[in-house]
């Protein structure tokens, strides 16, 4: 059993790192920028929106191997990584964990924060948010992104200014009753608590 899950685990490392280099240059010889400010909310309490870091809004399958070895030493890292089954897995694990160790300090820890709560969520809403992530993984490009994006944002919100921003109309209005779904899926579940 246990086999299997590394295996399922290693192919939804392998989709989800194949899609996002399709999605976002890999360019690691820029470095990385801080993430912004929280925006102060505008009228009516709506955050502004900021930029959005590059690469900050990937979606990453917390059950995958590479997101399990964030908080490992190189030394820990690489000998985990040599007991995957192919060099591709390798060299896409080695890839996400690239671009984990490139995020700011602050962004690194929302990553460590997600896969925290999700390792204490129950298996079927476990199963759920795998599920998720590969359906909005799976989206048109320009769509994909949008719902990345947006769930980017709402992790920068309180749990009340998120809870708002779903409920407004205008904001869903912005996607397809597929990709709200998969925002407000993913909202809570993949966003975790606040701190």
């Known amino acids: 059993m246990n086999r299997i899950l590394q295996i399922g685990?290693?192919?939804?490392?392998?989709?989800?790192?194949?899609?996002?280099r399709n999605q976002e240059p890999n360019d690691s010889s820029q470095p990385s920028k801080p993430a912004p400010a929280k925006a102060a909310p505008a009228?009516?309490?709506?955050p502004k929106q900021q930029p959005i870091p590059k690469g900050a809004a990937r979606l990453v399958n917390p059950a995958s191997?590479?997101?399990?070895?964030?908080?490992?030493s190189p030394e820990e890292r690489e000998h985990a990584l040599e007991k995957l089954p192919s060099e591709q897995a390798r060299e896409n694990a080695r890839r996400l964990l690239n671009w984990?160790?490139?995020l700011p300090k602050e962004q690194q820890d929302n990553q460590l924060r997600r896969l925290d709560h999700f390792a204490q969520l129950t298996p079927e809403k476990r199963a759920e948010v795998?599920?998720?992530?590969v359906e909005a993984n799976h989206?048109?490009?320009?769509?994909?992104m949008?719902?990345?994006?947006?769930?980017?944002?709402?992790?920068?919100?309180?749990a009340e200014q998120r809870e708002a921003t779903l409920r407004r109309p205008a904001f869903q209005a912005q996607f397809s009753a597929e990709e709200f779904r998969i925002i407000t899926g993913l909202a809570d579940?993949?966003?975790?608590?606040?701190q």
């Open 9 to 20: 685990s290693v192919v939804l490392l392998v989709v989800g790192v194949s899609y996002g």
């Open 43 to 46: 009228k009516g309490g709506v």
């Open 65 to 72: 191997i590479a997101a399990r070895l964030f908080r490992m």
């Open 100 to 102: 984990f160790d490139n």
């Open 130 to 133: 795998r599920g998720l992530i």
């Open 139 to 144: 989206l048109l490009p320009r769509r994909s």
């Open 146 to 158: 949008a719902v990345r994006q947006a769930l980017f944002r709402l992790q920068q919100m309180t």
């Open 189 to 194: 579940a993949w966003m975790g608590p606040e």
